[in-house]
């Protein structure tokens, strides 16, 4: 079930991420962040009732709290990265870090999963590095782009690590939890640099098709956590630049490159071989 749950944060990530890109073409990228996160928050709060009899603590919704706060830092890092930073760089790496830092607590933690996953982690890895891969114009500041990527890695990373942490009896509580404390970071981050909190008629419906996604993708990953590894639940979840890419090519029309190709191939069969190992 890890590997199928985990499949399903991938895809609905991507989606998630497509639909937000869209959003921010006609609206600033901050904006349609506090838009989506508030989408989520709302979908979270309606749907934790229906998760049926839940023994939440209050050590979960701190989990989940300071969940939401790294996952915050991490978009709000990675934002800045993009619009300061050299794109093809900061991308890459805030995925690679992202995925790299919760295989290495999950190791320390005691988790030996099969040679199988192993082997396929080894393909996913750089898999993740290709998709996320940019056609940019190089820039002297690559050191810089470098550290924010990193930066905004270990946000995400933190995120993962963090949530996973919560009971398996606490339902969707711990999300809930997450976005109470992402949303107002945000909305913060959008008062003080002067932005305007409202959208434009053209991006409304993507941003809020992009905050259910997310929430249910912070869901399937929620779930992909509980039921097996930690290593195969992050790194089949970190495949979301693959779905994101297939959607830019099928609504979009935009080519792929020979890279993001090999990355597609190798994050298949990568995301099999860790299928049969767990």
């Known amino acids: 079930m890890v590997t199928i749950f985990a499949s399903l944060t991938a895809l609905t990530y991507g989606a998630a991420d497509f639909y937000g890109g869209m959003a921010a073409r006609k609206s600033q990228a901050v904006t349609v962040v506090i838009w989506s996160q508030g989408v989520g928050l709302l979908v979270a709060i309606f749907a934790a009732p229906l998760m049926g009899s839940v023994s939440v603590t209050i050590g979960d919704i701190l989990w989940g709290i300071c969940a939401g706060l790294a996952g915050a830092a991490g978009v709000g890092i990675l934002y800045r990265g993009l619009a300061s930073g050299l794109a093809a760089v900061v991308s890459p790496v805030a995925a690679l870090t992202g995925a790299t830092i919760p295989v290495i607590f999950a190791v ?21 590095l290709l ?3 940019e056609q940019g114009e190089r820039k002297a500041h690559v050191l810089k782009s470098l550290q924010l990527g990193f930066l905004a890695g270990c946000g995400f ?4 690590i963090l949530i996973a942490q919560t009971g398996e009896n606490s339902g969707m509580w711990p999300l809930v939890a997450a976005r109470a404390a992402s949303v107002p970071v945000f909305f913060l981050i959008t008062v003080l640099r002067k932005l305007p909190v409202s959208l434009g008629k053209e991006s409304i419906g993507y941003a809020v098709l992009a905050g259910a996604l997310d929430m249910g993708a912070n869901v399937f990953y929620l779930l992909a956590a ?8 992050v790194i089949i979840s970190s495949l979301y630049p693959a779905p994101t890419v297939l959607l830019q090519r099928i609504v979009r029309g935009e080519k792929l490159s020979f890279l993001r190709v090999c990355g597609i191939v190798l994050a298949i069969t990568g995301a099999a071989l860790i299928g049969v190992g767990s």
């Not at 320390?108 to 993740?128: C, F, H, Q």
């Not at 990373?157 to 993962?160: A, I, L, N, Q, V």
């Not at 509980?226 to 639940?233: E, K, L, P, S």
């Open 157 to 160: 990373g933190g995120f993962f």
């Open 226 to 233: 509980r039921t097996g590894f930690m290593v195969t639940a």
């Open 108 to 128: 320390l933690a005691g988790e030996r999963p099969e040679i199988m996953t192993w082997v396929g982690v080894s393909l996913v890895l750089p898999a993740i």
């Open 131 to 133: 998709l996320s891969s």
